[in-house]
């Protein structure tokens, strides 16, 4: 059977530096090359994405912001975009912001991506900033008007704090009044021990949707194999065909896996990738997934 396949990269298919290993790296560009149907889903941008990733030939689109965008790697053109809508964001951050907490505002602009900013109200933020500086991130924009970036599409507002429970509280106050029109993740940032985040964005911008859009245009028999280590990562294991978790996997994406690989240290990812595909590519070998494990 024909396959399409989907990783996570924080991780899942990067290591615990948030690096591609160069074990991984070859390995996918000899995959590529061999014309597997790979591709990534990440809540990263597409310029973090290209950073890490370089000239590798991906040929189907990315998934960035957790489903906002599909966007070609090369051009880093974007194909499908989900935004809040201006009065559904401009709502959500006034929430934000009557807590006290600032966020950061992912947006399309028309012509490039920006991430707009204004004040760094404690010390995650001023970490992510300086981060994102350190990379050469070109969408970093600072301004005295913040509310009004929300005119752009926004596909993501995001903040993070020190303080668990006001961010899970702010989390729950917003399920709560928009329900189904959001799509929330809170997450401790794994590169930032005791950052807490919530990302926010229209439901329509999720990983799984993206996923199966990505299968009606480019693989519509396709059967869906996807690979996840964290909460925004569930519902896209829950909706692919096959499930696979890395070892380090929160225990709610582990208990929806088909497989349970290695960590996301021993280039567990991309050995099950060539595994599989030999295993597809061979009219010897069984083509079912077991056997690439």
Not at 142 to 158: G, K, N
Not at 168 to 191: I, K, P, S, V
Not at 222 to 246: K, R, S
């Amino acid at each position: 059977m024909h396959r399409l396949y989907l990783s996570d990269l924080d991780g899942t298919l990067l290591n615990s530096a948030g690096e591609v290993s160069e074990r991984t790296r070859q390995g996918l560009e000899e995959l590529l090359q061999e014309g597997l149907p790979f591709t990534v889903a990440s809540a990263r941008s597409h310029f973090s994405i290209r950073k890490l990733f370089g000239d590798l030939e991906f040929t189907l689109p990315i998934i960035e912001f957790n489903g906002a965008f599909l966007t070609d790697y090369r051009t880093g053109r974007h194909l499908e975009v989900y935004a809040l809508g201006r009065a559904l964001g401009e709502e959500v951050f006034d929430r934000i912001t009557r807590t006290g907490l600032r966020p950061f505002v992912c947006s399309y602009d028309g012509r490039e991506d920006c991430l707009h900013y204004d004040e760094l109200v404690n010390a995650g933020m001023v970490w992510y900033e300086a981060r994102r500086r350190a990379a050469g991130d070109p969408r970093l924009r600072r301004t005295a008007r913040l509310r009004d970036t929300l005119a752009e599409q926004v596909v993501s507002l995001t903040v993070m704090a020190p303080d668990r429970p006001r961010v899970e509280a702010l989390r729950d106050e917003l399920a709560e009044t928009y329900g189904e029109q959001l799509q929330l993740f809170c997450y401790e940032n794994e590169y930032s021990p005791g950052n807490w985040w919530l990302t926010i964005h229209h439901a329509a911008a999720s990983k799984h949707i993206a996923m199966r859009r990505l299968r009606e245009a480019h693989a519509p028999s396709a059967e869906l194999v996807a690979f996840g280590d964290n909460v925004n990562d569930l519902l896209m294991l829950e909706h692919a065909d096959v499930a696979v978790a890395v070892a380090n996997a929160v225990e709610p994406v582990r208990a929806v896996a088909d497989h349970v690989i290695g960590t996301n240290d021993e280039d567990s990812v991309v050995a099950f990738l060539e595994a599989a595909h030999r295993s597809e590519a061979s009219p010897s070998r069984a083509p079912a997934l077991d056997a690439a494990l």
